[in-house]
Nanobody
Framework: HVQLVESGGGSAQAGGSLRLSCKLS????????MGWFRQTPGKDREGVAS???????RYAESVKGRFTVSKDSANHTLYLQMDNLEPEDTARYYC????????????????????WGPGTQVTVS
């Protein structure tokens, strides 16, 4: 049974940093695509960053140059380093995973991911 658990959310000042972590509980030796999404009340869940391979990820335009996604494959953990935070980054952040093949375009689409964590709140003021 695949479970995802996020941690590292909280409050930060504009211009500050936070680092989110997401632990995948059971990989069954499967290489999962993993990504970060966020959602605010009344809005659709949007893709933030998805890990493609070491040193390379796909990012939403709004976070390019500020957020960095990385993955510790040995420990099945995904990270999101968020720097130069803006109030517009305030949202609940979700980690997602899926084992099916994906195109580059698919990486930030929420309907391409089967497994989701409960989310962690990030508030920037």
């Amino acid at each position: 049974h695949v479970q995802l658990v996020e941690s590292g959310g909280g409050s930060a000042q504009a211009g500050g940093s936070l680092r989110l972590s997401c632990k995948l509980s059971e990989s069954h030796n499967v290489d999962y695509y993993m990504g970060w999404f966020r959602q605010t009340p009344g809005k659709d869940r949007e893709g933030v960053a998805s890990h493609l391979r070491v040193g390379f990820g796909r990012y939403a335009e709004s976070v390019k140059g500020r957020f960095t996604v990385s993955k510790d494959s040995a420990n099945h953990t995904l990270y999101l380093q968020m720097d130069n935070l803006e109030p517009e980054d305030t949202a609940r952040y979700y980690c997602a995973a899926d084992s099916r093949p994906k195109s580059y375009y698919d990486l930030l689409l929420s309907n391409q991911y089967m497994y989701w964590g409960p989310g962690t709140q990030v508030t920037v003021s």
